[in-house]
């Protein structure tokens, strides 16, 4: 890369640095509660919410992991995109207004709701933490390679400036802090991969059929590239993929967390409605560029090294696509908005990992209800240092991995331990404490191992010579698996205790559906 190139996207990096440090300051004095400090204090109406939450998720694995898929393997990176959307229309028809009716600050509110609190809390709070951990994995190599290729920096050092950069803006700012980073980068997104897309469009007239065919003629693949079976080769992963996306959006805790900003159930929806538009419309632009990305980007020397392979890995396709359309000035400018859209994200996650640990398991675990405001969001504070720390670590090990695969990943375990019981909990009646327990755990363990044990960490990044577990995304197991037993487990518990708690269904239920919940929730 040029110096100049260099220069460029060093200078917009800083642009929006200052810009969102300046919003975390101003967002610190007026951060005074706990509610201020998890939920913006209830503020934030539902465009503007909407827009957050389309930020949060409109990911460095949607910008530059499916883009990379789509690069890689053509139509079958849809399935990506496809999945990460369709899961939307759940939160918005199930989920969205009881979960501000009854919520405080994170989903285990609701999952404990008429259940046992600190059982549950707990269950919650480790489920939603190994969800942010590998949520957060991708952010951070995505981030890493990306200002490894621009600036020259060494990996592991760019993986540390962000971590440092996401302590600083959730520690000191909050919810509200993050709440506007995310609506900016949401924008600058947008509004960036619409232009990229609409030049990859101008240099084909305007006509997807051309760009497909190009991309036929220029792919290793051929017309492979246009049809299934590329990257998920068989029905019981592309079942196991399409249920981690789809019920795993509604389990994942940052964006759950979302919900708890706006000031009614009626705002919740709205937010989920513009979010839904938001992303569908992002989705299809991502297609486009993964498309753009075979034509312009893997028939130029420029973008690749030695041997023969794309600069900074498949990840970067966008990134160098930009370059290929736009010159040194659109790649500085797309390349500081992809690192906003990780510094966005990565605030987001762990904001809820923070929660979690200070919320679920410090005020309610611990402490059993009785931790003061103060004592909570410096827990929070000391939280996020740790998981700063521990996103660095893991950013470093897993840098060879395909980002949007580490997502799908994390949406496995968000519908295998978060969704059962979330759901259940608000919909089923005979739900108890011990089945929602043996479920949640039975869904987060069987998920974690089966990840582990898979092809991914067991043998790319364990160096083992064969999976122990054979598929890549383990959602259909060990989610089928977490919802038998809490259905069992619930219906053959006969304890005086499992019988109370059916007979408070009816009270929550009809108390979620007036809105009076809320007020239930915030003294429960």
Not at 206 to 227: C, R, T, W, Y
Not at 328 to 335: A, K, Q
Not at 448 to 469: C, H, K, S, Y
Request: charged letters at 10%; glycine letters at 10%.
């Amino acid at each position: 890369m040029s110096e100049s190139v260099n220069v460029t996207a060093i200078s917009m990096f800083f642009v929006f640095v200052a810009a969102t440090l300046g919003i975390t300051y101003w967002a610190a004095r007026r951060t005074k509660t706990a509610k201020d400090y998890y939920a913006a204090g209830g503020g934030i109406t539902g465009f503007q919410n909407g827009l957050a939450i389309a930020g949060d998720y409109m990911s460095a694995a949607s910008f530059l992991g499916i883009s990379a898929l789509v690069f890689t393997s053509g139509y079958d990176g849809l399935i990506y995109s496809i999945g990460f959307l369709v899961g939307w229309p759940v939160i918005l028809f199930l989920l969205a207004e009881r979960l501000r009716n009854l919520g405080k600050y994170t989903f285990s509110d609701v999952a404990s709701y008429r259940l046992q609190q600190k059982p549950i809390r707990l269950m919650a709070a480790c489920g939603s933490l190994a969800v942010v951990l590998l949520y957060l994995i991708a952010q951070m190599v995505g981030a890493g390679k990306l200002i490894q290729v621009l600036f020259g920096l060494p990996y592991e050092y760019a993986v540390v400036m962000v971590g440092v950069l996401m302590v600083i803006y959730v520690s000191a700012g909050g919810m509200l802090a993050t709440t506007w980073v995310q609506i900016i980068k949401a924008c600058l997104l947008l509004g960036g991969a619409t232009l990229l897309a609409i030049l990859v469009l101008y240099h084909q007239n305007f006509s997807i059929a051309a760009l497909f065919a190009e991309a036929v003629d220029v792919h290793k693949k051929g017309p492979a590239i246009m049809g299934p079976g590329t990257l998920v080769s068989d029905p019981v992963s592309a079942i196991s993929l399409g249920l981690a996306l789809m019920f795993g959006t509604a389990g994942l805790p940052h964006i759950l967390m979302r919900f708890f900003t706006v000031p009614d159930a009626k705002e919740a929806r709205r937010s989920v409605f513009y979010a839904t538009g938001f992303i569908g419309y992002f989705y299809i632009l991502t297609f486009v560029i993964g498309f753009g990305a075979i034509v312009f980007v893997s028939t130029n020397s420029e973008f690749k090294d030695a041997a023969g392979a794309l600069i900074g890995g498949n990840n970067m396709a966008a990134i160098h696509l930009s370059k290929a359309m736009g010159g040194d000035l659109f790649l500085g400018f797309i390349s500081a908005v992809a690192f906003a859209t990780i510094l966005a994200v990565v605030s987001g996650l762990t904001l809820a990992g923070a929660a979690a640990v200070s919320h679920d398991l410090y005020a309610h675990c611990i402490k059993r209800g009785q931790a003061t405001e103060r004592n909570e969001i410096i827990v929070s504070r000391l939280a996020t240092v740790g998981l700063g720390i521990a996103a660095i670590f893991l950013g470093i090990l897993f840098e060879k991995q395909n980002i949007a695969f580490m997502v799908g990943l994390a949406f496995a375990i968000a519908a295998s331990a978060n969704f059962p019981i979330l759901f259940f909990s608000m919909f089923w009646e005979k739900l108890t404490t011990r089945g929602a327990l043996v479920g949640g755990w039975v869904g987060l363990i069987s998920a974690v191992t089966m990840v582990i044990l898979g092809p991914i960490v067991w043998v790319d990044v364990l160096g083992n010579a064969e999976a122990i577990f054979p598929y890549k995304y383990p959602a259909l197991f060990s989610m089928s698996a977490g919802i038998v037993c809490l259905v069992v487990f619930s219906l053959i518990d006969k304890s005086d205790s499992a019988l109370a708690e059916r007979d408070a269904f009816s009270d929550q239920f009809v108390r979620s559906m007036t809105g009076i919940g809320a007020e239930k929730s915030a003294e429960h």
